[in-house]
């Protein structure tokens, strides 16, 4: 599985991005699927998670601001950032894994190219 993350952008604090990221090959149905970013300076950190039943899971830090979501048909998860703040900023990718509780530990089996979010304060 290939993944390329996009969406990413300069935003001003408070306001909204979605990013996309599109699958490669014809078992994506079959992945859980997550978001991780990494800020300059830190380590990576896990965003949100989609179970292959679509069972959600967040960081406390974006839950109620961040959505994530996924459509097979189109082999694509998404990530709705809403109310963005400048802690947000970093470099955002997406990745697939055999479970969401392996999403969730880094435990992962594809990653893919990351997109930068900048949000201006």
């Known amino acids: 599985v290939q993944l390329q993350a996009s969406g990413g952008g300069l935003v001003q604090a408070g306001g909204s991005l979605r990013l996309s990221c599109v699958a490669s090959?014809?078992?994506?149905?079959?992945?859980?699927m997550g978001w991780f970013r990494q800020a300059p300076g830190k380590e990576r950190e896990f965003v949100a998670g989609?179970?292959?039943?679509?069972?959600?899971y967040y960081h406390d830090s974006v839950k109620g601001r961040f959505t994530i979501s996924r459509d097979n048909a189109k082999n694509t998860v998404y990530l709705q950032m809403n109310s963005l703040k400048p802690e947000d900023t970093a470099v955002y990718s997406c990745?697939?894994?055999?479970?969401?509780?392996?999403?969730?530990?880094?435990?992962?089996?594809?990653w893919g190219r990351g997109t930068l979010v900048t949000v201006s304060s």
């Open positions: 990745a697939a894994a055999g479970a969401l509780a392996t999403v969730v530990s880094l435990l992962l089996d594809y």
């Open positions: 090959g014809r078992t994506f149905s079959s992945y859980a």
């Open positions: 989609i179970a292959v039943n679509e069972v959600t």
